[in-house]
């Protein structure tokens, strides 16, 4: 063959091989964030990562709600109010977190396994779903507790706050 029909599959080649080393590394990059739960994961700690210490949580918890009685410029009153439902509910929302964990590490192994085991991951993604509805009820219903102590304005405000997936926003934008 002459020079000029080998330049040409040549550059394909080469071309082909780039594209598949690119579509290689893109794929195990979202292998490793799929294990990770999301990009959040390589970040930072997000909300499902690694096992919570009960000390941990409350200092967590009354860290937020210092923010959101500064920003809500909330009343003794409501503080009592508000303090033992969001309390509460993150006390109950830890052993279902812990379980939510728990289906997650076994799905990735079922997922990883010599062979897939279709109705154990659906078996498992039918509970996923029942405990994510429970924990979304039971945030629900601090929430609507919470919002029950507040003014009409301090709602409002707080409404405007919560981010795109509820994240609290506070005064320095998202985060």
């Not at 990770?36 to 970040?43: C, I, K, L």
């Not at 009960?54 to 860290?63: D, G, L």
């Amino acid at each position: 063959m002459s020079d000029t029909m080998q330049h040409p599959r040549r550059r394909f080649f080469r071309r082909a091989a780039i594209a598949a080393m690119i579509a290689g590394l893109a794929g195990g990059i979202g292998i490793k964030a799929f294990a990770h739960g999301g990009p959040e994961g390589w970040h930072h700690r997000g909300y499902m990562e690694g096992p919570i210490d009960p000390a941990q949580m409350e200092a967590r918890v009354n860290r937020m709600l210092g923010h959101l009685y500064v920003e809500l410029d909330a009343s003794e009153a409501q503080k009592q109010k508000i303090d033992p439902i969001v309390k509460g509910a993150a006390k109950d929302l830890i052993p279902l977190r812990q379980k939510m964990r728990d289906i997650r590490r076994q799905q990735r192994e079922l997922f990883a396994g010599e062979t897939v085991d279709r109705a154990a991951i659906e078996k498992l993604s039918a509970e996923r779903t029942k405990l994510s509805e429970q924990m979304s009820r039971r945030f629900t219903t601090a929430l609507v507790d919470v919002a029950e102590a507040l003014t009409p304005a301090q709602r409002k405000q707080l409404a405007e706050r919560f981010g795109h997936f509820g994240g609290w926003r506070g005064r320095h934008g998202p985060g």
